[in-house]
């Protein structure tokens, strides 16, 4: 079983930036496909980024791509989105969500992704 937990979360100003981190359980790093996702209160859960760890295949929403930069650092377990360019319409609670099975993200099939572990969430607050 993958478990992942969320940090890095904060309060900025508008064209500020931010580097949140997911970082995966130590005694195994099988989430092929690391996703991170974003949630307002009465809205539906949006897929922002992902990526397959095992290389190559990376995700971006429109409305984040050219600001946000998804990575990865396998020896710590770790998958960072580094976020540039923050606007109000970015406030939301991040979420990271992990998947062993790798098939749909390594094919670029993020849509068709069910994920399978989820983090806590870290809260990102961007004001005008």
């Known amino acids: 079983q993958v478990q992942v937990m969320e940090s890095g979360g904060d309060s900025v100003q508008a064209g500020g930036s931010l580097r949140l981190s997911c970082k995966a359980s130590?005694?195994?790093?099988?989430?092929?496909?690391v996703g991170w996702f974003r949630q307002d209160p009465g809205k539906e859960r949006e897929l922002v980024a992902g990526?397959?760890?095992?290389?190559?295949?990376?995700f971006y929403v429109d409305s984040v791509r050219g600001r946000f930069t998804i990575s990865q650092d396998n020896p710590k377990n770790t998958v960072w989105l580094q976020m540039m360019n923050l606007k109000p319409d970015d406030t939301s609670m991040y979420y990271c969500?992990?998947?062993?099975?790798?098939?749909?993200?390594?094919?670029?099939?993020?849509?068709?992704?069910?994920?399978?572990?989820w983090g806590q969430g870290t809260q990102v607050t961007v004001s005008s």
């Open positions: 130590k005694d195994t790093y099988s989430a092929n496909c």
């Open positions: 969500a992990a998947e062993q099975r790798s098939y749909n993200c390594r094919m670029n099939r993020w849509d068709r992704l069910e994920w399978a572990y």
């Open positions: 990526i397959y760890t095992g290389g190559g295949s990376k």
